[in-house]
């Protein structure tokens, strides 16, 4: 099977699915190394790109966009794609795509194709607003761009679009318990691998492959954490010895930082609604070797009797997710309904989260999110109703303005 047949497969699939894309890719490209580059390009461009591509395929289709047969679409994104952003010989782009194709459609793709490359390979944007051609160019619904050049303004709003493309780093986290830095960089070349330090306890690998075949990866010397979100952890700032609660933990990233914060001592007592995710965190902690760390299957919304008045309560609440775009680029493409009532779960978890923190203690509220209506909203209403919960710091990390993902963390004390 060729590159293109896979990725074919693989956006059929995604299509019929709504699966991630990139759960779909890393479990395609598991144990197999042909054409790997090239699938991964041509699978995650295509989605990343797909309004882009689309608007193009409008504009040079005879066919009405909303009759082309869903497979026949696939094609034509995956052809385009190539046209406009890959360095392929143009033939190949267009005769291999409409190989692909079923007969009653080949003619109907070369067209469209053809079309496009005879037109100069331009994106028409004539007619088009502002917001509508930046909505176009970076592939990411109007509202969004609507909303963020708003909030952020135009410059912030096109350098977080435009950091939204492409794959994103690597950061393995230094299990502290057991090894440093140098260690890790020296083990993972033995297996092949380049790093570099990023920071004392944060390495940058490339181009690692497989994570989960690295023998450094099995021996538990790291976990695959952005940085972004190991920030969050630091801004927790357990300590050794400390009682730490860590809601909505799965797949448990953080409850591994935190437990590793502490050296080991104290405890983390971690919760995600799902057992089946539960699982997900028990397994990473045991290979970290992370013994002060507890997993059960809770509702972070509903008050847990079980659980004991902590000294740092973490909250990374469901959210619309629009921080992590370039890992995730079907968010792109959201409506704005789907996210709505987000703000009212997030109010729930922060409040029920403030139940478990002691006199004296943190309690830190995150997401992996851009929207005010997720972030500082909450923030600034949680602290209105809470006099006893005094604001300490908040926090937007933007992408493209730093190397991770974007990030919005509110620390809170709360006074004795």
């Keep these: 099977m060729t590159g293109r047949e896979r990725v074919f497969g693989l956006l059929v699939r995604a299509h019929k699915d709504g699966a991630y894309s990139n759960l779909l890719l890393d479990a395609e490209l598991s144990g197999n190394a042909a054409d790997k580059a090239f699938i991964t390009a041509l699978f995650y461009g295509t989605a990343e790109r797909r309004m882009t591509l689309d608007h193009v395929i409008r504009a040079h289709s005879r066919v009405e966009f909303d009759s082309i047969d869903a497979e026949t679409l696939q094609l034509l994104r995956m052809g385009i794609y190539q046209l406009m952003y890959m360095d392929i010989p143009e033939s190949a782009a267009v005769n291999e795509t409409v190989k692909l194709a079923p007969e009653r459609s080949k003619g109907y793709v070369n067209a469209v194709l053809r079309s496009f490359l005879r037109g100069g390979k331009v994106l028409p944007t004539e007619g088009l607003d502002e ?70 306890s944060c390495v940058l690998i490339e181009s690692p492959g497989s994570i989960e075949t690295l023998r450094a990866y099995k021996n538990g010397l790291f976990h695959v954490q952005d940085i972004s979100s190991q920030l969050c952890c630091e801004a927790l700032d357990p300590q050794p010895g400390d009682t730490v609660i ?15 914060l502490m050296n080991g001592s104290g405890h983390v ?8 995710r539960c699982e997900l965190i028990r397994k990473g902690a045991a290979r970290l070797g992370l013994g002060n760390v507890t997993v059960a299957a809770a509702d972070a919304a509903v008050f847990e009797r079980q659980l004991p008045q902590a000294d740092r309560v973490l909250c990374d609440v469901p959210c619309s997710g629009l921080g992590v775009m370039r890992r995730k680029p079907e968010i792109k ?29 943190r309690l830190v509220y995150s997401t992996c999110t851009l929207c005010r209506a997720e972030n500082e909203d909450i923030a600034e209403w949680f602290a209105a109703e809470n006099p006893d919960m005094k604001p300490i710091t908040m926090t937007v990390r933007i992408p493209g303005e730093g190397d991770g993902d974007g990030f919005f963390t509110a620390v809170f004390d709360r006074v004795k």
């Design 131 to 200: 917001l509508s051609a930046m909505s176009v160019k970076y592939s990411c619904a109007r509202w969004i761009v609507k909303m963020w050049a708003g909030e952020y303004g135009m410059e912030r709003t096109e350098k977080m679009l435009s950091a939204a493309f492409g794959r994103p780093p690597v950061f393995a986290r230094v299990n502290t318990t057991v090894c440093d830095a140098d260690d890790l960089i020296y083990e993972l070349a033995e297996d092949g691998v380049k790093s570099g330090e990023y920071s004392e």
């Design 333 to 361: 493409y959201k409506r704005k309904d789907e996210i709505a009532g987000l703000p009212e779960i997030q109010r729930k978890i922060i409040t029920n989260a403030k139940n478990y923190v002691k006199p004296g203690g």
């Design 269 to 276: 007592y971690s919760s995600d609604i799902y057992e089946n």
């Design 246 to 260: 860590d809601l909505c933990a799965a797949p448990g990233g953080k409850t591994f930082t935190l437990a590793e």
